[in-house]
């Protein structure tokens, strides 16, 4: 009875003193295990078999595989084996189980590793007796070992594999394990996990945990809220750079020092990358050596970034964490584009990082967002993380939201005088808000939190890369200007108190709330009486609301309908901001709500008979809009007045446009209402109204494109006759090429984006301009160096629809010698461009190909670029799809790509036939879909609902548009016939007795 009451005793004392030592110290300066981890012999060991790991690792595939056809795909929450249920937020993979601390040490071999995991393991005194759990993917163990307290007594212990997890047995029951694991593993090739990638003829070596891929690097809980110190040895990595979270122990190469967290925001990248570029002190910017004078743009936005986030977060970004690595390492890989939460290394694709000094503007946009919204994760994701990957909105939505903020400050300034810089508030709005909108109206979207807790790794990455990427930060923009005034920003100081109370911490959505509330109650505005109750709807429930607009004797009467899914009705706090026709008022003072509405609500204004009324000011609010018949008539004739409209803020216009759009396909109006508010595009330049055109005329274009070439009697240019109307001012006042050397970036960014989308509408003249474009004056045989980089995508692209294959070998012999991978990759979207049936199979096949020339990513957007270019390419994109389906999941990176692919073909399924094979696809039982077979599911859905609308809507947007895409009006007979000349803006169509009816098609001449 004395020994066992001693060894309680050593037991208690130790797991008292282990966890104060956790609680008291973010790092231990060293560890009460000793790990021998200087020799490869001693992390082996000399009894481990010599297995073929790659047999193996096929052979536990099958295991897991099987397994899963068994569970049905279902969570693991419902795992009836153990005999403890787990806690709603805690630990699901094995309740009442804690590690406390992680050792690992990996030994590369070639494109294998070795590993040798060595954790203290503490178990509840309920769950003593239960088997010892790990999660672990495509990993071979080899051995386990178990000791109880220390190193000492280890000894080989039973275990089995199931389900992905590794169940250990130990002999003997206790509170406190040392678990020692040794397995082998495969170098993964797709940007997750432990990696090799590659460029040119050189290779490096990169780790990326997040969110789920820890466990396919060690046997791990990688829970996002189980915490523990962690520390790393790296053996036989032949690179020049190590760099990790942590900073190297003393006098060492490999060993790096432990610091706490959860696995999954661990990263390490080991390269021969150049590091010559230092945008601020600690700061290093790595790229490839065959990079030369790219990084000006980027190294004076990161230099920029890095001040202004340690600014707007109030934490420093060397006081994150005690053993810190010293330097953030900004790395432009030449192969990946991932989502990197890791300290310290901030891992960005290099086409969004180096730029040339005369780089496009659409590649500033998108680089400098990219850059602020990576290195905002080093706050957003890493000092403050999810308890659950249900509550992943919070840190993603503050990440993208203090990204913009930065990047908004970056481009202060006057944008007339200022040709360099962005309208950032346009392009959140733009790229942010309304896409979200877009995305969250079909029928089966997420909620940006699930109801439940969530687990299954399936579940977690439609989460994480999902709407919520989108829908969060346009929601925490939305509630910024709920509460407070132009100088309040109250997410920023949410932001900060989480920073502070939760550092290095988990947070959900009640400490969001808490957040927020501590700053906001003693100071903001009072249109809202409590946080939770305000949010909730918009974060709990899928979809968004619309508010109705209607006059009514007295006043505007305002009632609150629902998105276009049909959801559960729930009412929305909804914040209102509007101006009038009498007094407009777009300008920020008026951005602000000044009240909220929760049902139907009357406004005591006096509208004129031929007056207008606005909501949603900027369109800053995540809602749409719709108005009476009668009202939508007044906007559309202020819309028609180039100086009438021009009192409507370009966001405005946007949104009016994008409303209206948005609520014809979904049968709330006609659609003669949306094509008419399209059709006043003959007097808009701005990039905002022609995003929202552009956005969502491409869902007619391409179904109508569809429609008319399976039936020779239909006018095969009747989306072209929208094209015509809608270019005018475009054309007029932008055109098709600068005039100057230097120009607005936003007028650069709308001419590419306009003339991309007339090329491939087939509209002439942009066809002619790039066809002048495209060779070199000096050899016709080369592709112009001097193309403007914003038209090169519409340049390429058209060329190569419209050109032979000679085309196509000028644009190869420019992927040669181009020094610019961002210019590398339009030139490959552009070759998807071809109307060569073998061609494009060709294409498709060499990006599955063991010797590809093309990365995983540049593979990814090749087969997005082929979906996206026509009708019958997406057809020979699906058929390539539903045949080799595991060689584009091995090649192109993972599920989460093929997933990525799958969306954008689902998006271009553009008739009923492809609607069918695509839903066919996605539904037949060999599909080789595997755990990516829910999300095909999904889209499958949204196409059908495509399909649903082209049977009810489709037949009639070609009738109004064959009747009415041309503005009618009538003069004097002898004004037309004095005319000298008439002018090319108008054809005589019709003498009707002394007066002429013309019509306003710009490239017809008079008859």
């Not at 509840?124 to 495509?138: G, K, L, V």
């Not at 307290?149 to 275990?159: C, F, K, W, Y």
Request: charged share 25%; with cysteine; proline share 4%.
């Amino acid at each position: 009875m004395a020994c066992k009451r001693q060894w309680k005793l050593v037991i208690f004392v130790t797991t008292i003193l282990l966890k104060v030592c956790v609680i008291s110290l973010p790092i231990p300066q060293s560890s009460n295990i000793n790990v021998n981890t200087d020799t490869v012999d001693s992390f082996t060991g000399t009894s481990k078999p010599k297995l073929n790991v790659e047999n193996l690792i096929v052979g536990n595939d099958s295991i897991i595989n099987e397994d899963k056809k068994n569970l049905n795909r279902t969570n693991s929450r419902n795992d009836t084996t153990r005999s403890v249920d787990p806690p709603p937020s805690r630990n699901n993979v094995r309740p009442g189980q804690e590690v406390r601390q992680y050792s690992i040490q990996i030994t590369i071999d070639g494109d294998t590793f070795t590993g040798r995991s060595l954790m203290e393991v503490q178990l509840q005194h309920n769950s003593r007796e239960d088997a010892i759990i790990f999660h672990f993917q495509d990993l071979v163990i080899t051995r386990v070992m178990t000791g109880i307290l220390t190193e000492a007594n280890l000894d080989d212990t039973p275990h089995r594999v199931r389900n992905n997890r590794l169940e250990i047995n130990p002999r003997q029951t206790a509170s406190s394990f040392i678990v020692v694991i040794e397995y082998n593993g495969r170098l993964s090739g797709n940007g997750l996990g432990l990696y090799a990638g590659s460029y040119d003829d050189n290779t490096y070596l990169a780790m990326n945990l997040h969110p789920t891929y820890a466990r396919r690097v060690f046997p791990c809980i990688d829970e996002p809220n189980q915490s523990s110190t962690i520390r790393f040895t790296f053996n036989n990595v032949e690179y020049d750079n190590l760099v990790m979270n942590s900073m190297l122990e003393d006098n060492s190469q490999t060993h790096f020092r432990p610091l706490q967290g959860p696995p999954h925001l661990w990263g390490m990248v080991a390269h021969n990358l150049n590091n010559a570029y230092f945008p601020t002190p600690n700061v290093v910017l790595n790229g490839r050596p065959q990079v030369l004078n790219q990084e000006a743009q980027a190294s004076i936005a990161i230099n920029h970034y890095y001040h202004a986030l340690n600014e707007w977060t109030n934490k420093p970004y060397l006081e994150i964490i005690l053993n810190q690595n010293g330097r953030m390492n900004i790395v432009a890989l030449p192969d990946s584009d991932r989502d990197w939460y890791a300290l310290s290394t901030v891992c960005i694709w290099e086409p969004y990082v180096f730029m040339e000094i005369n780089h496009s503007v659409k590649q500033r946009q998108l680089a400098l967002t990219r850059i602020a919204e990576m290195m905002s994760k080093q706050w957003f994701g890493y000092v403050i993380h999810p308890e659950n990957w249900r509550f992943q909105w919070v840190t993603s939505g503050l990440s993208t939201y203090a990204g913009y903020e930065v990047l908004k400050d970056f481009q202060d300034g006057p944008l007339d005088t200022d040709n360099a810089l962005l309208d950032v508030n346009t392009l959140f709005v733009t790229e942010v808000i309304q896409e979200s909108l877009l995305r969250d109206a079909y029928i089966n979207t997420q909620a940006l939190e699930p109801s439940e807790d969530i687990f299954n790794e399936e579940d977690i990455r439609h989460n994480v890369n999902g709407l919520l990427k989108y829908k969060a930060p346009a929601i925490m923009r939305m509630l910024r200007l709920v509460l407070g005034g132009a100088d309040d920003d109250f997410i920023q100081l949410a932001a900060r108190a989480l920073l502070n109370s939760r550092s290095l911490q988990t947070v959900n959505s009640l400490n969001f709330y808490d957040a927020i509330n501590s700053e906001w109650l003693f100071g903001g505005a009072e249109i809202i009486g409590n946080i939770q109750d305000f949010l909730e709807a918009w974060v709990q429930a899928t979809g968004y609301p619309t508010i109705h607009v209607g006059l009514r004797q007295g006043g505007v009467l305002i009632t609150q309908r629902f998105a276009f899914s049909p959801v559960t009705q729930r009412n929305y706090e909804i914040p209102i901001t509007y101006t009038t026709s009498e007094n407009p008022n777009f300008g920020d003072d008026n951005i602000h709500p000044i009240s909220v509405i929760d049902g139907t609500t009357t406004l005591d204004l006096d509208i004129d008979e031929e007056g207008w009324i606005i909501f949603n000011i900027q369109a800053q609010g995540y809602y749409r809009v719709n108005y009476d018949p009668d009202l939508w008539d007044n906007l559309i004739e202020a819309l028609e007045d180039p100086e009438r409209r021009e009192q409507i803020h370009p966001l405005n216009r946007a949104a009016l446009l994008d409303d209206a759009l948005n609520l014809a396909r979904a049968s709330k109006i006609d659609y003669e209402i949306a094509l008419r508010i399209a059709l006043t595009m003959e007097h808009e330049t701005e990039y905002a109204v022609w995003k929202a055109f552009v956005r969502n005329m491409n869902f007619l274009r391409k179904r109508l494109t569809a429609m008319v070439e399976e039936d020779d009697d239909l006018d095969q240019d009747i989306y072209l006759r929208m094209v015509r109307r809608a270019i005018v001012a475009f054309e007029d006042e932008i055109g098709f090429q600068p005039e100057r050397v230097t120009e607005p970036a936003m007028v650069s960014l709308t001419r590419g984006l306009v003339m991309d989308h007339a090329c491939r509408s087939n509209y002439d003249p942009c066809i002619a301009v790039a066809i002048d474009l495209f060779y070199d004056p000096n050899n016709n045989e080369v592709v112009n160096p001097d193309i403007p980089r914003d038209l090169r995508p519409a340049v390429y692209c058209t060329m190569v629809r419209e050109g032979d294959e000679d085309t196509r070998t000028a644009l190869y012999e420019r992927l040669e010698i181009e020094p610019s991978y961002y210019e590398r990759i339009v030139i490959l979207e552009s070759l998807a461009c071809s109307q060569d049936a073998g061609f494009i199979r060709t294409l498709l096949e060499e990006t599955v190909a063991n010797n590809s020339p093309y990365s995983a990513e540049e593979s990814v957007r090749i087969f997005k670029a082929v979906a996206e270019s026509s009708y019958q390419n997406a057809r020979l994109a699906l058929s390539f799809i539903s045949l080799r389906t595991n060689e584009i999941r091995n090649r192109y990176g993972g599920a989460d790509k093929l997933e990525e692919i799958i969306l954008t073909l689902g998006e271009n399924m553009a008739n009923g036939d492809l609607s069918t094979d695509f839903i066919n696809w996605t539904g037949s039982r060999n599909n080789n879909l595997d755990d990516s077979e829910n999300f095909a599911e999904r889209v499958a859905s949204h196409v059908d609902e495509n399909v649903d609308w082209d049977n009810a809507q489709l037949e009639y947007v070609y009738e109004w548009i064959d009747e009415n895409d041309a503005s009618t009006i009538v003069v004097n007979k002898e004004d037309i016939i004095e005319a000298d000349p008439p002018g090319p803006a108008t054809k005589v169509c019709a003498v009707v007795e002394d007066s002429v009816v013309i019509t306003n098609w710009k490239e017809i001449k008079v008859d």
